[in-house]
């Protein structure tokens, strides 16, 4: 019996080693089927790592060549701008002085009926000629006298010519302005 016990206890313990074994080589199974998907994992993580890294720095390149691209881009807009603002006071300065000129034209046209009209009546003054048989008083006082009423000497010294406070603004301008060139 006590053999029998004996056997049976081996036996008992036998199938619990080869339970034992079993359970083991299970769970080796297991660890290792675990270390493979974590390494599996862990390769993926690092081939994503490395695709994310190369993406980013696509994006990185790309981003630096529009910042460039546009820097230029800018710069040359800035010149275009900087001429065109040029061209501008050029122009704004080319039209000060041609709307001079056009006001003077414009006071010359003006004028031009009361010049027409002087000059018609110089023309039938001058076609009537000197008074016959006023004397030698009248003949001293002709049109044609250096002294006259109209000599240009006399003009721009006599009382009764007189300019408009306009008129006088645009002598001042003409001797400023009317020497430029367009």
């Keep these: ?3 029998r016990e004996n056997s049976i206890q081996i036996r008992e313990a ?3 080693l080869v339970a034992v074994h079993r359970r083991v080589a299970e769970l080796e199974q297991w660890l290792e089927a675990a270390e493979n998907t ?4 862990a390769e993926s993580l690092i081939r994503k790592d490395e695709q994310l890294r190369a993406a980013t720095q696509e994006i990185v390149e790309a981003k630096d060549k529009e910042i460039y691209y546009l820097h230029e881009k800018l710069c040359k807009s800035e010149e275009t701008i900087q001429r065109f603002q040029n061209m501008v006071k050029e122009k704004d300065a080319m039209i000060v002085q041609l709307q001079h000129r056009c006001k003077l034209l414009d006071n010359i046209c003006k004028s031009r009926p009361l010049l027409d009209s002087m000059l018609s009546h110089m023309a039938e003054a001058e076609r009537l000629g000197p008074v016959v048989g006023m004397g030698e008083t009248t003949a001293n006082t002709s ?4 002294e006259s009423n109209c000599s240009p000497n006399r003009i721009s010294n006599h009382k009764d010519f007189s ?3 306009d008129d006088m603004d645009d002598q001042e301008l003409d001797e400023i302005v009317f020497g430029t060139t367009v």
Excluded at 38 to 41: C, D, K, N, S, Y
Excluded at 143 to 146: K, S
């Design 143 to 146: 049109l044609t006298d250096g």
């Design 163 to 165: 300019l408009s406070e």
């Design 1 to 3: 019996m006590l053999v």
């Design 14 to 16: 036998n199938a619990h």
């Design 38 to 41: 974590v390494r599996e994992q």
